[in-house]
T-cell receptor, first 114, second 111 residues
């Protein structure tokens, strides 16, 4: 099983809403990532978890709050977002402990903030 | 600074061969990845190079020259489904988990 799943596929939310994005993998990977991607741009790293601990936060605004409940799950809690936060949010996972481990991406959540 | 350069767009014909170049200037180097991304979909892993030379995987090959800060992705026997964006990404020596991404090359394969 080399699949990373994400829910929901699409999400429309108002600026006052609270919502969560979910990501799951069953490959035994111990590194999990959140990326944001705008059209015709490369993925932009937001957060990295290693062994369920937050290891990288790329100075992401606090309206984005990550959570890693266990080694298979990764959540991104959203609150008071802005229209410019509309983007494709990608989750990825990889093995940990070496340098040659590719990241496997989920299909993404297309987020629209109105 | 850290910089990865790729051509913005390329066009090729079905059945042909195309080479997509990537040059990088980074403060460290610990491997280079190529990803394919179809419009509206997630990136999928194509290849990884950490030592100089050519890695071949079916119709796709990737080459690396660390001394020149240069890589290319070679696609043979092009198919229409190869129309996609191709992203070059470098893993920095200082941080194994973070990739520095190029802006991607949009490849259009015409019949």
């Amino acid at each position: 099983d080399t699949e990373v799943t994400q829910t929901p596929k699409h999400l429309v939310m108002g600026m006052t809403n609270k919502k969560s994005l979910k990501c799951e993998q069953h490959m035994g990977h111990r590194a999990m990532y959140w990326y944001k991607q705008k059209a015709k741009k490369p993925p932009e790293l937001m957060f990295v978890y290693s062994y369920e601990k937050l290891s990288i936060n790329e100075s992401v605004p606090s309206r984005f709050s990550p959570e890693c409940p266990n080694s298979s799950l990764l959540n991104l809690h959203l609150h008071a977002l802005q229209p410019e936060d509309s983007a494709l949010y990608l989750c990825a996972s990889s093995q940990e402990g070496g340098s040659g481990y590719e990241q496997y991406f989920g299909p993404g959540t297309r987020l629209t903030v109105t | 600074g850290q910089n990865i350069d790729q051509p913005t767009e390329m066009t090729a014909t079905e059945g042909a061969i195309v080479q997509i170049n990537c040059t990088y200037q980074t403060s460290g180097f610990n491997g280079l990845f190529w990803y394919q991304q179809h419009a509206g979909e997630a990136p999928t892993f194509l290849s990884y190079n950490v030592l100089d030379g050519l890695e071949e995987k079916g119709r796709f090959s990737s080459f690396l020259s660390r001394s020149k800060g240069y890589s290319y992705l070679l696609l043979k026997e092009l198919q229409m489904k190869d129309s996609a964006s191709y992203l070059c990404a470098v893993r920095n020596a200082g941080n194994n988990r973070k990739l520095i991404w190029g802006l991607g090359t949009s490849l259009a394969v015409n019949p």
